[in-house]
């Protein structure tokens, strides 16, 4: 009761618990339902309000109840040690129904900076640089609408992230659709502000062209970094139709200017048809590790991965995953498809085969949903997302 006369107005109350002055809950107002820690405003100063409420998920109305302010996602928790956490906390859909609040990456909060942040989801909305079918520009939308399905644990493997580090959607990146170039600069920009400060972007495409900005400015700060690829082609092309910068050539780009350390990237899921007998000299040539799809059919990838980890050592990395290394059966919704690909669990084993890794930067790109009406395409990009978050450096394993 004490709560309801804080709250002051006619308030369902679905759960409470109280410790402190703080109380932690979720609660109904009139037509919004929301969820987060109420904290009593004598006990702040107007700019601790004011970097709560900039704090509040998404779904919330910050500032609505002037009394009180929403801070953070964390809210419902019944597991004792997960109270008060000062990490942002997707809210669970035993209690925030997933539909509801802005759309975000797996409903955390969105920021408007990287400032502050141990890892950050990042859009970049750009599809100018496809070959075949457009469309990626709308893959991190699509990934974020996808990504309410999933949870905050990764029982699997153990993984804690939220718990672990301070994360949070950082919205997307401006892009200029009608010059790539331009693009590729204000990516290139917006990724050294981010990694500046030594946060690590998990970045959702977008086509692949993306990967060479980032890695600029991930290579600006780390130094030239290990690449696990994955993906149906190399992206090592050297130029299209007079043009040295599309979606087939990040990597070709990325050797150029020194961003690769090239004894330490592997390329795995490489397959299709080609213009050309030799299609994988030129990677060889500069020592990368070229796994062809047919030499992963039908097989645990843990093996590969093991191999993997020692070739990249203790040294930064790179996870660069364009979802069109899926089969397309799994994952139709992409510009490039190529048949006979990889399944969802070897991604599954790809991925958790990085843990350990000193990883620097991740992507998921080439989602292109308009190609897959049924979402799997971007929900299965959305999982990939938070497997690449599970094996951060700094997530605790249970
Ligand atoms: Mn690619």
């Not at 919205?171 to 990516?187: A, E, F, P, T």
């Not at 991930?218 to 043009?243: F, I, N, S, W, Y």
């Not at 090239?262 to 899921?269: L, N, S």
């Amino acid at each position: 009761m004490e709560a309801l006369r804080l709250l002051g107005c006619k308030t369902q109350f679905r759960m409470l618990v109280r410790k402190k002055s703080s109380f932690l809950g979720a609660w109904r107002l009139p037509g919004t339902f929301l969820a987060g820690r109420l904290e009593s405003p004598c006990s702040q100063t107007s700019q601790q309000v004011r970097a709560a409420a900039g704090s509040a998920w998404p779904g919330s109305l910050p500032g609505a109840r002037s009394r009180f302010c929403l801070k953070s996602v964390s809210s419902e928790r019944f597991a004792p040690r997960h109270f008060f956490s000062d990490f942002n906390i997707p809210p669970s859909a035993e209690f925030v129904a997933r539909p509801v609040g802005v759309c975000s990456l797996f409903k955390l909060p969105i920021r408007t900076s990287a400032e502050g942040l141990d890892a950050a989801f990042v859009g970049v909305p750009l599809d100018t640089g496809t070959s075949n079918r457009p469309g990626a520009r709308f893959g991190p939308r699509h990934i974020r609408a996808e990504s309410a399905m999933v949870r905050r644990f990764n029982p699997s493997t153990g993984a804690d992230p939220y718990h672990s580090l301070m994360v949070a959607d950082i919205g997307d990146v401006n892009v200029n659709l009608y010059d790539l170039k331009d693009s590729c600069r204000q990516i290139r920009e917006a990724f050294q502000t981010i990694v500046a400060g030594g946060c690590i972007p998990l970045t959702m495409g977008g086509d692949h062209t993306i990967t060479y900005p980032i890695l600029q400015a991930v290579a600006e700060k780390h130094g030239p970094v290990g690449l696990v690829h994955v993906d149906a082609h190399t992206d090592t092309g050297d130029q299209a139709l007079g043009e040295k910068i599309y979606h087939g050539t990040p990597f070709r780009r990325c050797m150029e200017e020194g961003l690769l350390d090239c004894k330490r990237v592997a390329q795995i899921g490489i397959r299709g048809s080609s213009y050309t007998r030799d299609p994988y000299k030129y990677c060889w040539d500069q020592g990368f590790r070229v796994v062809l799809a047919e030499d992963c059919w039908m097989k645990s990838l843990v093996p590969l991965m093991a191999e993997v980890r020692k070739q990249m050592g203790d040294r930064p990395v790179y996870i660069s995953f364009d979802i069109d290394g899926i089969d397309p059966a799994y994952a139709p919704g992409t510009g490039t498809p190529e048949i006979a690909g990889l399944t969802p669990a070897q991604a599954l084993e790809i991925i958790r085969g990085c843990q350990g890794l000193n990883i620097v930067g991740c992507d998921l790109v080439e989602v292109a949903p308009m190609y897959d009406l049924s979402g799997n395409t971007a929900l299965l990009g959305a999982n990939l997302l938070f497997e690449m978050l599970c094996v951060l450096p700094g997530v605790k394993t249970t």
